[in-house]
């Protein structure tokens, strides 16, 4: 059992998690954040694979790779909320 | 300087300017528009007199870098985006144009920053800058969704923008597992990732999510309202433009995939005849033309998506030139369609199809843009919607695939019947017009809908042109 | 450690899980916050302290405060959740399925790692030391240059979308000497965030982030004047990013004939310059992510 190991099960189990959550629930603001705990289960399992366990160092690409995804993240967030603001709570209804 | 360079950032300097001040707004992004185009066609005068040119940003050469990959196909698409771009600013810069109720000058910003997306997108040659490239789109087409602040609209954008994102990270899962299966994300590891059971997984994710973009059903479901509830503009660049990057990708991907991406291209085959049955049917039944034509567009994409997947592949040309011939068709013909719609709607008042039969309004040019562009949708001669269908039914036949020939002449006889509803209700003249009936004004937006349906028609007499780009590939 | 790490993503997992099903609001955002940290605590175990830096700031610090202000406008959660018992256990299963599949494909690999090896033989080139910087700014600067794209375009679809802006409300009276403190610790934070950023974890957007925190401070005790005239002035230097890399990109393709190609000898320069004006300019779009701009007359 290695560190890389114990990331790639808790990024695998983050990914479910969301993706039980954007199935079964219709609340806005709980899909954005789905969506939000989705994207950090696939950074994870992106940086997790990018461990080697034998030296403790991560690649730097998949890190700037992670960087980014974060603030694509906030952005993309920020414009959910904004409009789902403007239509009031509820994605379908 | 070269073309690339310039091409990726003069709309998004465009952008920042138009986004800083409503004043200028106007002026700048025609000017940044007719920029575009000039340098597009540079672009391609250079690849067709020079052959792909790659260029690694920085001097950094892939993996570690990033390279644009200007060969024939991304040379088409840009200059397709421009066209279709220079029409649509056209009608976008009419005085009279319904313009978005929350903020006057918006739609400049988002429609150079959803420009210079797709330029930086088409010239790409890295998976995970085109997902980031994928953002930038999404986030502009929503903003364009919205433009008319309705609540309808609005509503339609959050549904667009969750499916988009639910979409981008698919595809962001997909890339990060191309990483972990072969270390490096480059459009060069395409073909290592068909050999591994993960780089299959992880470019099946990549296709899923390229789909939920590309609005290719059983995953369009955001699609139909997104693109009816908005502008007439915003929808005529979102039909014609947006989803066609997700379709260029996965031609892209499926054709460095080679053989080894069969199984997906099957799959977009299976999809493409599911969304033409899916889309005519509700084409046929909607009750408001904006509906019909989104509709229609439902169905068109499976028509390109199905000409894509059973095209094999690099190596035999025909199949997929016939595909992207019909991509170009429909950009021309559904932006036309969107524009002349939005002036229909603007003359009568409403877009109800039963209402178009009317008495006291003449057809005027926006009807007859319809018409032509219904022509070269249909694919009737000698337009380039006929051209690509001829091409991809002659190279089924050779292949002796009757099932999807079955599929193609059924998705064009739908095709005729749907667009038949509105295009026989348009151009009824003799008793069903009153003698003292006026005729519509001029207006931009005609002239951009008409230049639009007239070039898809000339587009099948000159379909030499991009025929001779897309045989300049990277070698 | 390995003690350390399964007790950490169990922690994380039961904070994710908790934001995802609590019915207040409050109470699920704070364990959204909560497992942000402890994303955050997990980088640095993954060794990406860049990453941890950026998720602490931005992910978990700017995304919550994002969902909290939409919270308070929205409402409490309305609707029970879609279907019965019976479709949630088999979305539970289709989803317990998926990121069984996921595990599977992840840890099954080994395949090669091209990049470490390339980006230390290229490092001295590339004028920084810190290789995540040297990825971000120099060997893949045209991902970043589009990532401050992404960040323009959702600020100028807020603004166009105008939510009501966020009004300052009295908080107490510790909030003024509170942001007396913090707003100069923010500065001082994010000015050492952002130099350091060439040789060690840090850079642009986390020290964007810092600094906007310290702003949002600002506007939330109602300091300083919130006019028109201050939030045009952070619209321009939120969109003056984007410029100014793209620029620079053009620039330097003049001077050495390759898109985004610094000249020899002055990488450093070019990109410290660089990242020091987009620090500034991530900080007012983060800033005015959250406090929507000033709505204007006709509306």
């Not at chain 2, 220079?86 to 978005?100: G, K, L, N």
């Not at chain 3, 995540?132 to 979308?161: K, Q, S």
């Not at chain 3, 053009?250 to 190609?261: N, S």
């Not at chain 3, 070019?270 to 992510?289: D, F, G, H, N, V």
Request: hydrophobic share 60%; with cysteine.
């Amino acid at each position: 059992m290695t560190t890389d190991l114990v990331y790639h099960v808790a990024g695998a189990g983050l990914t479910g998690l969301a993706l039980w959550r954007l199935a079964t629930c219709r609340d806005a603001l709980r899909r954005i954040m789905a969506l939000n705990v989705l994207a950090i289960g696939i950074a994870m399992v992106l940086l997790a694979s990018g461990f080697d366990a034998a030296t403790g160092r991560t690649d730097p690409v998949p890190q700037a790779f992670a960087l980014t995804g974060i603030v694509v993240l906030v952005s993309v967030t920020a414009a959910l909320l904004a409009l789902a603001e403007r239509i009031g709570g509820r994605s379908n209804d | 300087m070269t073309e690339a360079s310039l091409i990726v950032s003069l709309p998004l300097l465009a952008a920042v300017v138009t986004a800083a001040s409503a004043r200028v707004a106007r002026p700048v992004g025609l000017i940044a528009t007719a920029a575009n185009a000039a340098l597009a066609i540079l672009l391609a005068r250079r690849v067709l007199a020079e052959g792909a040119q790659v260029t690694h940003l920085g001097g950094w050469e892939a993996p570690l870098g990033i390279a644009f990959e200007t060969d024939g196909l991304a040379a088409v698409m840009i200059l397709m985006a421009a066209i279709v771009g220079v029409a649509v600013a056209v009608q976008a810069s009419d005085d009279r144009t319904p313009r978005s109720a929350t903020d006057p000058g918006a739609f400049w910003p988002l429609w150079l920053a959803t420009l210079g997306a797709m330029n930086a997108l088409f010239l790409s040659a890295d998976l995970f800058n085109l997902y980031v490239t994928f953002e930038i789109l999404g986030l502009a087409a929503v903003g364009l969704t919205a433009l008319t602040g309705t609540r309808r609209a609005l509503r339609a954008a959050f549904d667009y923008l969750s499916a988009g994102l639910a979409g981008s990270l698919l595809l962001l899962l997909g890339v990060a597992l191309a990483y972990a299966a072969a270390g490096q994300v480059d459009l060069s590891v395409v073909p290592a990732l068909t050999e591994s059971a993960q780089g299959r997984i992880s470019l099946a994710l990549i296709f899923a999510g390229l789909a939920v973009k590309a609005a290719l059903f059983p995953l369009h479901f955001w699609m139909p309202a997104a693109h009816s509830s908005a502008a007439p503009v915003a929808s005529a660049l979102l039909s014609a433009l947006v989803v066609k990057a997700a379709i260029y990708v996965a031609l892209r991907l499926s054709l460095d995939g080679g053989i080894g991406a069969e199984p997906l291209r099957v799959a977009m085959a299976a999809a493409g005849a599911g969304a033409m049955l899916w889309g005519s049917w509700h084409a046929l039944r909607a009750d408001r033309l904006k509906l019909l034509v989104a509709h229609s567009t439902v169905a068109q994409v499976g028509l390109i998506s199905l000409a894509l997947g059973v095209a094999p592949g690099a190596a035999d040309s025909t199949l997929w030139h016939a595909a992207v011939l019909l991509m170009l068709s429909h950009a021309f013909a559904k932006a036309a369609m969107f524009l002349a719609v939005g002036r229909i709607a603007e003359e009568l008042g409403h877009d109800r199809i039963s209402g178009l039969n009317r008495e006291e309004l003449r057809p005027g040019a926006a009807e007859f843009a319809f018409a032509v562009a219904a022509v070269s949708l249909i694919g009737l001669p000698p337009t380039a919607g006929f051209v690509g269908k001829w091409v991809l039914i002659e190279g089924l036949i050779d292949r002796d695939a009757w099932i999807w020939v079955a599929l193609v002449f059924a998705g064009t006889v739908l095709s005729a019947a749907y667009l038949s509803r509105v295009v026989s209700r348009c151009l009824r003249g003799g008793p069903h017009v009153a003698p003292g009936a006026r005729r519509p004004q001029w207006r931009a937006g005609d002239v951009a809908a008409l230049g639009l349906a007239v070039s898809a028609l000339l587009l099948g007499l000159g379909s030499a042109l991009p025929f001779a780009l897309l045989e300049i590939t990277v070698t | 450690m390995i003690a350390f790490d399964i007790v950490l993503t169990l922690g994380l997992l039961a904070c994710a899980a908790m934001a995802l099903t609590l019915r207040d609001r409050t109470a699920s955002i704070a364990a959204f916050v909560v497992a942000g940290l402890l994303i955050a605590l997990s980088w640095v175990r993954l060794a990406a302290p860049d990453v941890a830096l950026a998720e602490a700031a931005i992910g978990a610090g700017v995304t919550g405060a994002l969902f909290l202000r939409s919270a308070r406008r929205i409402g409490p959660i309305t609707g029970g959740p879609v279907g019965g018992m019976s479709a949630s256990i088999a979305a539970a299963l289709g989803a317990g399925g998926l990121s069984a599949a996921l595990f599977w494909a992840f840890a099954g690999t080994s395949g090669p790692v091209p990049y470490p090896p390339l980006v230390a033989a290229n490092l001295e080139a590339s004028g920084v030391t810190n290789p995540v910087t040297a990825v971000l700014l120099n060997f893949r600067a045209w991902d970043t240059l589009l990532e401050i794209a992404v960040l323009a375009v959702a600020l100028a679809l807020v603004v166009m979308l105008g939510p009501a802006p966020v009004v300052p409300r009295a908080l107490g009276e510790l909030v003024l000497p509170f942001a007396r403190i913090v707003v100069p610790l923010a500065i001082l934070v994010a000015g050492h965030l952002l130099w350091q950023g060439a040789t060690a974890p840090g850079g642009a957007f986390q020290a964007g982030a810092v600094l906007a925190g310290g702003m949002l401070a600002l506007v939330l005790a109602g300091i300083g004047p919130a006019g028109e005239r201050i939030v045009r002035g952070a619209l321009l230097l939120g969109l003056a990013g984007l410029a100014v890399f793209v620029g620079a990109a053009l620039a330097a393709e003049g001077l050495t004939g390759r898109f985004l190609g610094y000249p020899a000898g002055a990488e450093k320069a070019w990109i410290i310059a660089i990242e020091a004006s987009l620090t500034l300019s991530i900080a007012a779009t983060l800033c005015l992510l959250f406090t929507g701009p000033v709505r204007r007359p006709h509306q």
